[in-house]
């Protein structure tokens, strides 16, 4: 069944748009180029992209080619599976072209679109594929590709996001990454960092299938662990379903408690105004004139606590409206939509509108029903968001002013941001407080908790605030560390703003490769070098004449021309 | 005293050149930036550039600012240090100009570089950075910066890489990084990621410091660990010898033995051909049309083997020459000249030369005597020269064909090569073996060794190697998991031309970026994030119009005109 929503089932928006035109849109009405069907513990998700309904006019998306529109059903996908069939332990992923399983990001979309939406692009897709495997590990629903043709580029890329790939033996079906010998670019959506690292193929095997353009089939796919297994045609599907049966066997064992029935995730469908989006908990407004743009994100109420604290079941029941849901899928739509649609706003203030006693006693309720599958499911989705937050290239800072509940989940954004600003002011009463979410339940992709990254340099400081459940008034927030900046009420309008100024009159891609180095201390994850060590060098290869320029290799691709190289390497 | 070496007082070749003019040389003649005088346990380095002798012509290296011309002499400082004065526990490294410690990289020399140069300059920097870091760890001779100025960017990057950074307090001198307010590029020289990773500043106290451009000074330069400690002008000298003086009690425990008698390094003085370098042991050719180099290393002899058979104490005596350093100082300058003089050489063949028992019973050897100091230095500069070819961004084919002995520590470098080639031919006789050096003594900057990098996933294929002492057949081999493509004497000449001609053909960009991402699986440390993360943000941002096109950050700075920029974020 291709819609699962009967809400769905609505018209989409024509928006075929780049940032300059009108606004891409994250929430998906319908699905255009996915299938979705369950039955029971196994789903099967059927990639069939319509080549005619791209997101932008000027390309078709053939033979399973993908865009970011394509992307965007994807992570839809992803992400409403685990909350509206919890039933699910195994995902089938599969093409429903005949011989192709994908053949990777749309080539000529590529090659017309701006270096920023390149970026942009690959970020998403990035996610989309990350969002994949924390579905696997974090909510027991192994994804597994089954490779039914063509796996090439991006389509292999996205089996390597699959716990398990299995690849159809039929003397053509193989797995490349072609992108260095036919592009001149890289497999940047998490292709060389998977291979290496994930799947652990030794590296001189990875050299020659990375420089492979046709790739590798049958046995040697296996033997270099390109694929788990492969099956004759005739019996791919049966091999498939018999592999997804024993998986499923894994996977359901410890699994979280709560009654398994699905919660439907209802439409945002935010207010939108010229200047700015309001959602119910959350509300984005930019200035285009400043390039500065404000989010505010208001936190639960007393009722909202209640809630919760009448445990897994009756939130479960009470849907997808919860604050702890609700409130972070708004913060998760503005976010991207400030990154694709809003490019030239670097700098965003971030406020906590609500009371933080009361943040800090949901996060308390929130931590004890987490063995509930559904409060489980929220907290990853919370996790995940401000995981989206930290890889956002935009300057954040928090402003812990009047009014303010920088406390909990909430102090996460405060930790996330470039600076924090407090006031200091004996009636204003801003305080702040550390949650028991905030000590592992929300960690950033280089598997520390933002406290962690904060304090790596002064473990006391970490120790002193780790249990300690009391609002901090601001100089004993300043002296714990969390602070960058403690203004009183007198300083706090001038300082911000010359503070303000000055970073929106800074050179945006400084920006944005300083704070890609300030915001990640310590170890590195195969997650966190997706984000570092490829991502920067497949942006850098972006703009590099022998990829893009007018004898590229990726401007060239399809043409009979061959790219011509300026061969200096660097 | 200036020169420490009497040999080193000849005049100095005038190599103001970029890649297309003279080529640079990396042999040290004389020191004109660099005064080094010693003391007992305490060495004192000062940077004395002067103005007029940048390697270049067009540039005046003002403010002890720097160019590629001063880091080679830093570099060798550092490296001689290390086996000319082993009495020397603690380096204080401070400036002869008057209020300035050091201004960081010239501006306007890299306002008028290539990218490439660019990118070439800040690798070699870093890596002198490194040694500095190594000399500290792994020889207990402990830099420590005696910021008696201004200590700027660049500047500041280098006393991030000593050990402690004591400040002068004088209501002037202050550290900053301020590339990205006033440059709009990053602190590239391992700036961003020693201030969070080594020294562990807080991430929003970081990116204050990074935007701010007068830098910080007095107590809050101690206070968010941005330097050691500050001292009054009065009394600076007196308290940076008091700390030097300390710790060189610290440094002075659990030395290495042996007799701590200095080894004066020899120049290597290559002939220098038109398509070639020839050494002793290292012989380097190139053909310009191809853009492929060879690259031979001459195993070490029987004698070479008795030589270190009989101890540290003989190694010392025989000086410089011994095969372990000699071979490997003229792999590193042979590696330098390809990287900086050579840059459209794209490939290069690698292979060893001499007999594989012998270089096994070379590292058996070695690896009995390295408790002695002179064989540990010996070890330390062999691992530096392997991360070089590790970091080196050019595609490197090792080929095991008649006559080769990738034994060892010359295995290593098959290791680090992205294939490794070998002949299976009956009368040929190719052996490989592992030695005991390659199971901890040559770490890659993962902190991994090559073979543990290479089987990550088949971690039983490295218990079998490990501890394994005889030589393998080229089928052994291929089964041990240590050959890329095994051929016979029939498919050799033709198979290898066909590689070879494929990857000349490829994106040189795309090639560098595959491998930077392909060659280290696994782990990140400080070291290894400073070459991923943060210099392929650099080269990105280098590219970036915001930073180098006509209205740039850094092509503008110093003139009237405010740069102009593109706003959209990336």
Redesign the interface.
């Known amino acids: 069944m291709q819609d699962p929503q009967g809400a769905h089932a609505t018209a989409a928006p024509a928006s075929h748009s780049d940032?300059s035109l009108e606004p891409v849109e994250f929430e998906v009405e319908r699905y255009h180029h996915w299938k979705v069907a369950y039955d029971g513990p196994i789903a099967k998700v059927t990639m069939a992209v319509d080549p005619n309904a791209p997101l932008r006019e000027g390309y078709e998306l053939k033979l399973n080619s993908y865009d970011l529109g394509v992307d965007i059903e994807l992570a839809d996908v992803v992400r409403r599976m685990r909350f509206e069939h919890p039933e699910v332990r195994v995902v089938v992923l599969s093409s429903g072209s005949d011989r192709v399983f994908c053949a990777g990001a749309n080539i000529h979309m590529l090659g017309a679109s701006?270096?920023?939406w390149k970026?942009?692009f690959c970020k998403f897709t990035n996610e989309t594929r990350c969002e994949i495997e924390d579905a696997t590990d974090a909510s027991q629903q192994i994804w597994v590709a089954a490779c039914n043709g063509t796996t090439a580029g991006g389509g292999y890329e996205l089996a390597l996001a699959c716990e398990e790939i299995y690849l159809q033996d039929d003397g053509s079906s193989a797995v490349s990454l072609p992108?260095?010998?036919l592009?001149?670019?890289?497999p940047g959506t998490g292709g060389?960092?998977r291979?290496?690292?994930k799947?652990?193929?030794?590296?001189?095997?990875?050299?020659?299938f990375?420089?492979t353009a046709e790739g590798i089939r049958g046995k040697k796919a296996v033997q270099w662990?390109l694929v788990d297994a492969i099956y004759p045609r005739s019996k791919f599907d049966e091999k498939v379903l018999e592999r997804a049966k024993a998986l499923v066997a894994t996977a359901s064992k410890e699994l979280p408690g709560g009654e398994r029935k699905g919660v439907v995730l209802g439409k945002l469908a935010p207010e939108k105004r010229a200047n700015g989006r309001r959602y119910r908990h959350v509300d984005l407004s930019w200035d285009k004139a400043t390039?500065v743009a404000k989010l505010v994100v208001k936190g639960p109420t007393a009722e909202d606590v209640a809630l919760v604290e009448k445990g897994g079941e009756a939130m479960r029941q009470a849907g997808s409206d919860v604050w702890s849901l609700r409130a972070w899928r708004e913060l998760d739509d503005a976010l991207l939509h400030l990154r694709v649609n809003h490019?030239?706003?670097?700098m965003v203030l971030v406020r906590t509108e609500g009371d933080p006693a009361t943040v800090l006693a949901h996060d308390a309720a929130l931590a004890r029903v987490r063995d509930h599958w559904y409060a489980r499911e929220i907290l990853l989705h919370m996790a995940r968001v401000l995981r989206r937050f930290d890889n956002t290239?935009?300057s954040f800072f928090a402003l812990g002013d009047r009014g303010t509940a920088f406390a909990g989940c909430l102090l996460e954004l405060a930790l996330a941001?470039?600076?924090?600003y407090m006031l200091d002011d004996e009636d204003a009463k801003v305080r702040v407080g550390v949650s028991e979410l905030e000590e592992g339940a929300l960690p950033m992709h280089t598997g520390l908790t933002r406290l962690q990254?904060?304090?790596?340099?002064?473990p006391s400081k970490l120790e002193e605030l780790v249990g300690r459940r009391d609002l901090l008034d601001p100089e004993t927030a300043d002296e714990a560390?969390l602070v960058?900046?403690r203004l009183d009420e007198i300083d706090w309008d001038d300082d911000l703003r010359i503070a303000i100024e000055?970073?929106a009159s800074?050179?945006?891609?400084?920006?944005?490769?300083?704070?890609?180095?300030?915001?990640?201390?310590?170890?590195?994850t195969p997650d966190s070098?997706i984000y570092?060590?490829?991502s920067?060098?497949?942006?850098?290869?972006f703009?590099?004449p022998?990829?893009t320029g007018p004898e590229g290799?990726l401007t060239l691709y399809g043409r009979p021309e061959r790219?011509q190289?300026?061969?200096?390497?660097?």
């Open positions: 940032a701006t270096h920023a970026v942009n992108e260095v010998p592009l001149g670019v890289l060389l960092t291979l290496v690292d799947r652990k193929v030794r590296r001189d095997r990875a050299d020659v990375s420089t662990n390039r490019q030239d706003i670097g290239s935009r941001a470039d600076r924090f990254a904060r304090f790596l340099g002064e560390g960058t900046v000055e970073r800074l050179s945006p891609d400084a920006l944005t490769g300083m704070e890609q180095n300030l915001r990640f201390p310590g170890p590195e070098k570092a060590r490829l920067a060098w497949q942006n850098w290869i703009i590099r022998n990829a290799a790219p190289f300026d061969w200096r390497r660097v």
